[in-house]
């Protein structure tokens, strides 16, 4: 059904930053038109939903671009602890249990978090990725799947997963990315080799980039090099390329990622949580990278509420350079919306704009802490929380409004998830 | 009417930091029992309301140990700033513009958002803070309240403010604490004189301390040492004394704190919004400092909710000190609770236990976004939003379930703060 909203503040995240105040028209999953006033011929009035708008603030949906929608289900499973004990002690071993039919659950579990506190597309990386894909498709959520690459023995089973993964599930709604888990845990061969597939596949690929002292330590002992200058020679900064954290990257670093039009994704809550540190995402944006925002998973953030991530990451650059106005409410929606679409090269989302993809998120601007409003950007990115959040649409189709999730069965979930928790608690 | 609470996940944040099921028999306003099956005789059973807790967490209310519900109509008034210009073109002349009626409105805005998020008393120093003591009153929720002091031709006008506040205001709910407003605002000679006034009025202190480094550098020049010296120095901490901020306090300091039980009140999102940086909270608590988490005001977090202060509050030393494991969530929680009320003298509340007061908040542990809970306390402090508080019990009373609040008309507020927006908006 087409969808008309009425009277809305619209905040475009379009080249000019307008905030408008209008209807919204959207028809067949796009959005076809922006003006005010917008009156209907008779014939077509009965066909489209009318939303009034009048105390609703639209703006585009959010864009999570790191995460891993099969952990979410670790939620809670090992907190407050330090990265190796974290890694080997708890997560390993519970991922061992995660059956595909767990991992599909999982998926659904973190997808209606996120539809629920905005979010309309996801960027991602696991294993049984293709059950998250199934995921995305019962939900009507949008994302970028990728399979979790590494060098073991079963290196090329997992190339082959991705090829599958490509034929089977790319759509309007999915891309398919390559991706190496990062160069620690990948060979230099194996980089070299995804670089080639991506281009091969017109595709791209995402990777986990100088997250940790340790990673660029241990970069430096075995190749001389930063990571960063070591994926540049393996060739995958000549496709599109989202590296995610970008903690310990330096000025020459940076300078690679602008010439090469790679993308950073900041996840403030998981450097901070697993202690790894502040990533200089002022210097890239000062340098111009492309900087989007991410989650990462719930077991390294806990949760998967970009409102939350917004505030934090612009927070966070604030306190680390001591410089209160850079990184302002606009600039960091924009991370999470237009330019997060830009760091995977999809450009007919992130932003509310005619011909455009209807990929909108309603916050209700009179809830109480969402008052007063001299600024509605501020207020969204800065006191915005999922209880203010009033209907996520995707590609025209309203997927949450009012509480209710049209396209996750929310009670059943709940048992599955229930059941899941029991069995994964038992013999750890 | 009293309340019983059936079958609940109960986070106690007493000595042991129990985490019990079971059930909670709350009468006149106290916690009168814990136990697994509470059954009621006959005769009582019609004079109880019953609250189902299988799918709920009830931890002890949350106490926002320093903010400004005065400035709640200020929220996206200026953002994105330097301290100075924030302050001095904004918020200063905007503050001229507060009447008695705008500051009672924005108390009730701010009293209405906290009781959302699940808090149950907060600790508030400003101006007309008789409007902030009348929202109070009329709303239920329980406060520590100062009407702020500093060196000018009105300083002894507002010292005759504060002891009208204690003569006309103190009662269970509400404590008159005298607020001088920090050491670079208040002569020498008033700190004195507050510290002898807050003996005899058998009452406690808050105070602005060692904000920023401006402000440390200042005390050096002024009186060749640091503020919290100079504090020491001038009687404050003689009596129960409130410390807000304590970014730039060194060992001397921290061992100052230590010896005389001053507690810090911890404002993270606030000292990152206005590019302060980060207080040494693990090194105060490492040397026995009692901390408290406080959101500080609206005009400079952007909002009051607790539940997103104790998730930044965390992740924030343990990026700092790049250590994973410090400030788990049971600290964390305690510091927005128990040791909040420690911090006012208050022995009373922040602790779910037998004969303390029934001042509690319910979360819904069944929403997507706490599942699964291998760690109930994890959840409410990393993955908790407003959207889980179920509701929030303040002396017996709830003054908020399912999505209402009993005690304010919440339509009317918005309408209120609406025109109070306008008016504030012109000429600026």
Known sequence: MDILIKNATIITCNAQNEVLKGDILIKSGKIARIAENIELPVYEASSVKIIEGKNLIALPGLINAHTHCGQTVLRSFADDMPLYEWLFE????????????????????????????????????????????????ATGIKAVLSRGLQTDEKESLRLDE?????????????????????????????LEKVAQLAQEFKTGVMIHLSESENEVNTCYERYDMS??????????????????????????????????????VYNPTSNLKLGNGFAPVYSMISSGVNVAVGTDSAAS????????????????????????????????????????????GINNTGVI?????????????????????????????????????????VDGQILYMDGKLSTVDEEALVKEIKSIEKYLKKGI
């Open 301 to 344: 953030n806990n949760n998967l509420n970009m409102l939350e991530e917004m505030h934090i990451a612009s927070l966070l650059e604030k306190g680390v350079y001591r410089l209160p106005d850079i990184l302002n409410a606009q600039q960091i929606l924009k991370m999470a919306t237009a330019n997060a679409a830009m760091a995977a």
């Open 227 to 264: 990571p960063v200058k070591l994926c540049n020679q393996a060739g995958l900064f000549d496709t599109v390329c989202i590296a995610a954290h970008c903690v310990y990257v330096d000025d020459e670093d940076i300078e690679i990622m602008a010439e090469k039009d790679v993308s950073c």
């Open 162 to 190: 991705t090829r599958e993964l490509i034929y089977n599930y790319s759509s309007d709604r999915i891309k398919v990315f390559f991706g190496p888990h990062s160069i620690y845990t990948c060979s230099y061969e194996l």
């Open 90 to 137: 708890k997560i390993f071993p519970a991922e061992e249990k995660l059956t595909k039919e767990i991992i599909y659950f999982s998926s659904l579990l973190g997808i209606a978090e996120m539809l629920k506190s905005g979010t309309t597309m996801f960027y991602d990386m696991y294993f049984h990725e293709d059950m998250t894909a199934k995921a995305v498709q």
């Open 353 to 393: 704009q005619e011909g455009f993809c209807a990929d909108i998120v309603l916050l209700k601007a009179d809830d109480i802490n969402m008052l007063p409003c001299y600024n509605p950007v501020s207020n969204v990115v800065y006191s915005g929380n999922p209880s203010n959040v009033y209907a996520t649409i």
